[in-house]
């Protein structure tokens, strides 16, 4: 203050103030800035980006921030996979840029992406099909078995004696849990919830099957197959948990063709038009 005044102090002060303001109230930079800030840009970066800059100079300096921030082609996209903490972090980092930009691009709307939500949770990548999550305790395997017990009923293609004889070898299997009843019943069971098991291993680890959500250690739901996932999204958002706008689509079915509809399972129709 003694070397600048502190006129000028409280000139900068309110400027800073005009400038955030700004930035908040135009959706479009919101959106932006929301990103670069959610994926570690510092603040102060950003504000030195705006420095005497027009605001279509400030807007492709941010767009190039946000490609800098990914640093992936197509084909680097396309080879995405879960696997390492780095793969993960990047692909989480698509992701989230895939929910901010879907919000953003919806017209006529003055919905936000809530990056305040966003930063007071702790989100994870989940496989929207069953993937093999590990050894489950006896506990698990019975809530497992529940849900999916529950979810046969929705299955419109499994006649009445198939459906009768599963469920009272779930039955049977909840009574006297082991890993060696659990194991072949759940994948038998599984195969009734894909289209393709093969094409399904697969596409196991790429984005075509993964979403962004809280991190839960629920390792039921982590071993799920989408229609048990999609019963759930639709609870947990009924109940008015945040689901990040592209999951939900996810699990509505929302970016498949109606013609090649089926809500019980993840396809690879769906796959490819999620992608």
Known sequence: IDEVGADQVWKDIVDRHSLVIGWYEDRNLFHKIGFL?????????????????????????????????????????NSLEYGTTTSNARAELVL????????????????????AEYARGAWSLEHIHAQSSGRMTAEQQRAWLSLHRQALRSLPDLDDATRADLVSRIDAARAEISQEIFEPLKREILEYFSESVEDEAAAMHSLRNLALLHRDDNSVLNDGAFEVKRIAIIELDQMGSYIPVCTRNVFLKYYTQVEGQQLHFWGEADREAYF
């Open 96 to 115: 989230l840029l895939m929910n901010v930009e879907s919000v953003r691009r919806t017209t006529g709307s003055s919905e936000r992406f809530s990056f």
């Open 37 to 77: 800030s959610a994926s570690g840009v510092r603040f102060a970066d950003l504000v030195g980006l705006a420095h005497e800059k027009t605001k279509s100079a400030f807007v492709a300096g941010l767009n190039d921030l946000i490609r800098a921030r990914l640093k992936l082609s197509e084909e680097g996209l």
